[in-house]
């Protein structure tokens, strides 16, 4: 299993990620003779109080990512619904794998600094140690 260190950073856990599309919708876009978008790069912060990863909702409109279902969320502001979204994150510089999701959570991020919030989903099937005395996490996916 390959393992990513990192230094944590002042708002924590972060990790640099690329978001694009999901194979399916690619191979849609080849098959119809139109251009794939480039992924979209930025930081994704690792959030154990996520059920779900979360992306930010202008970067899935960049790539053109149409909403595929609404979902009930409760967030520190509170409960809102918002959109689900197929997408798939890349962590370059890395040794991580590259996730393809069925849906992930639609939302404003872009003004945080964030590209994602990277949630229990992912977490579920990973190894992390926060070495908050070191200033370290390790994340093995």
């Known amino acids: 299993m390959p393992v990513y260190n990192a230094p944590l950073q002042p708002?924590?856990?972060?990790?640099?990620?690329?978001?694009?599309?999901?194979?399916?919708?690619?191979?849609?876009?080849?098959?119809?003779?139109?251009?794939?978008?480039?992924?979209?790069?930025?930081?994704?912060?690792?959030?154990?109080?996520a059920s779900l990863?979360?992306?930010?909702?202008?970067?899935?409109?960049?790539?053109?990512?149409?909403?595929?279902?609404e979902a009930s969320v409760r967030t520190a502001a509170g409960a809102a619904t918002t959109?689900?979204?197929?997408?798939?994150?890349?962590?370059?510089g890395s040794p991580l794998r590259a996730i393809e999701f069925r849906r992930v959570v639609g939302c404003a991020l872009h003004a945080q600094g964030l590209l994602a919030l990277i949630g229990r989903d992912v977490l579920r099937d990973c190894l992390m140690v926060y070495n908050g005395t070191a200033g370290t996490f390790s994340l093995a996916l």
């Open 83 to 92: 959109s689900l979204y197929p997408a798939r994150l890349h962590f370059p």
């Open 11 to 49: 708002r924590g856990a972060l990790v640099r990620v690329e978001l694009s599309l999901v194979t399916a919708l690619e191979v849609e876009l080849l098959a119809a003779h139109e251009p794939v978008p480039s992924p979209v790069g930025g930081w994704g912060l690792i959030d154990t109080g």
């Open 53 to 69: 990863t979360a992306v930010d909702e202008m970067s899935l409109a960049h790539l053109g990512v149409r909403p595929i279902g």
